[in-house]
Structures are given as C-alpha cells and as structure tokens.
C-alpha cells in the first residue's frame, strides 16, 4: 500500500471546515457506528455549542476540524451490513465478545489514521506548527480507534478529546501490566502487547520506547452517566488504564446523559480543555 494517502481510496475523502483566520491548529475527530464523517462532522460542527451559544468554529477560528470516515466493511453487529465502521463489532451489549474480529479493521484504520494525522501535522509545519498543535479524537466506536492510534503512534499530541468511548482489549492490557514491578516496565508491556495484537507493519520503524511519547499526550474523556450502548463503566475502565499509563486523564460525567455529547455541557468542557491544552495563544 502506498504512503500516498490519496491512493487509500477505501476510505472517503475527510470532511473538513476550514479555519475563517490563519490556520495555526487542526483537530482530527472520528464518527462512531452508523454514521460517516460528513454526517457526524455537520453535526458536531453545527450543533456543538458552548456555553455563549458558539459553535466550534465560531470558538476556535484558527482550527482546521478534519472528520475522516471508516472504510466501507461489514458490522456483525448490524447484520453484517456494509458500513463506515473503523471496525468490526460482533455485539453491541458487549465490545469484549469477538475481539478477534476487531484486529484486521483496527489495524487498518490505525495505518490510515497514522498517515492521515502526518499530512495534519506535515501542513502545520508549513505554517511553523507542529504536532502539539494537533488534538486527535472521536465519539463512540471513534473514541476507541483513536485512543488506540495515539497509544500506538508514538507521538505528543496538542490534545485528545474521547466522548462516549471505551478502550480496546484493556481487560488484557491490565493483565500484561501486572507482570511488570517498575510503572516505566509496566507501561512497555502494555505497549508491547499491542504492538503484538494489532499489528501495524506502518510503525514497524517506531521502537516500543518511542511510543511512550503518546502517554504524555493531555486526554479529555467525557460520558453520560446513561449511556446504555457503551456503558459509563466501559468509559471508567479506559480511565483507570490510561492512569495506571500515567496518562493525564480529565474525566467528565453528564447526569441522565445517554449515547451522545450533552450540549453545551460537554462542549464548554472541550472547550475550555482544548484552550488548557494547545490554544493558549492570541492569533490575529
């Protein structure tokens, strides 16, 4: 496969909204199950509102937003229909039935990720940013795609916002960090195994130790305490995990707040993360 990523054509091209001041940041967010980047990308970017009533743009006019879309393959879950899912899912009830299913599509997606978040990163050095002027995320199925890219990708992000999302394979990534006495030991097992889960021949070139610089990345997770289609304790044990990765790791709960981002709650939290994070400075 190409490094090229116009010749991925399994994945749409990404829906973005283009910064209406001089781009100095990019936020790169992934759509969760039944629903494509142009959809969850016009929606977040039209109904997402803060506290004063803006939407995202209106907030942050220097940010490139990037929605990309899973490649079209099918979801046991739905059927077996052809969707734009990042990747396989054998029950909604429970994400940890059929995790072998989830390794070919997780694998995919990560190698499309990584190289979609590199041209991000390659047009912010243009204008003399860099990759901590990047946040990376997703909601639901995007939220888990995503923390696995940035745990994978060994890079210090500007950010990483999850809504709604859960961890893959953490029940075994909390068994492998067992074994280790040292947190640094504890934390390259993790690593390593998955690296050896989920294997991803792009990052071959990226030691196990390199990948430690994406554990210093700032994480925003926020969940409905509702939530019945990625239970509220799915979003508590990637919490947990990504602590015990001595993760920086903000956690937010929305009361009576089901499968979805409560508004403008929720946004005002991004909001005010993304600001802490990497927007700190006045750009004219």
């Not at 929605?67 to 429970?94: E, K, Q, Y």
């Not at 990759?131 to 639901?140: K, N, P, Y």
């Not at 953490?170 to 390259?188: E, F, P, W």
């Amino acid at each position: 496969m190409s490094d090229n990523l116009s010749e991925l054509t399994e994945h749409p091209k990404p829906f973005m909204v283009l910064p209406t001041k001089t781009h100095t940041h990019t936020v790169v967010l992934l759509h969760g199950l039944s629903t494509n980047g142009v959809s969850f990308g016009t929606d977040f970017m039209e109904n997402a509102l803060n506290a004063e009533g803006s939407t995202l743009p209106q907030a942050f006019p220097h940010v490139r937003f990037v929605f990309p879309s899973g490649a079209p393959r099918r979801c046991t879950a739905f059927g077996g229909n052809l969707m734009h899912v990042w990747f396989d899912i054998t029950t909604i009830a429970d994400r940890t039935i059929g995790e072998d299913k989830q390794i070919e599509g997780l694998a995919e997606s990560t190698t499309y990720l990584c190289r979609l978040i590199r041209e991000e990163i390659a047009s912010l050095e243009l204008v003399g940013r860099g990759m901590e002027d990047l946040a990376l995320g997703g909601f639901s199925q995007g939220c888990a795609t995503s923390i696995w890219v940035l745990l994978n990708m060994g890079l210090k992000l500007g950010g990483y916002v999850g809504m709604s999302g859960w961890l893959p394979f953490r029940r075994q990534i909390d068994s492998v960090m067992k074994v280790g006495t040292y947190q640094k030991a504890q934390r390259l097992a993790a690593l390593d195994y998955m690296r050896n889960t989920v294997p991803i021949p792009y990052l071959n070139h990226c030691p196990t130790s390199e990948r430690l610089k994406g554990l210093a990345t700032h994480v925003f997770l926020g969940h409905g305490t509702k939530d019945v289609k990625v239970r509220t304790a799915w979003g508590e044990d990637m919490r947990d995990t990504l602590r015990s990765l001595d993760v920086d790791v903000v956690w937010k709960e929305y009361e009576a707040l089901e499968h979805w981002y409560r508004v403008p709650d929720e946004v005002e939290d991004i909001s005010g993360f993304l600001r802490s994070a990497f927007l700190q400075e006045t750009v004219s």
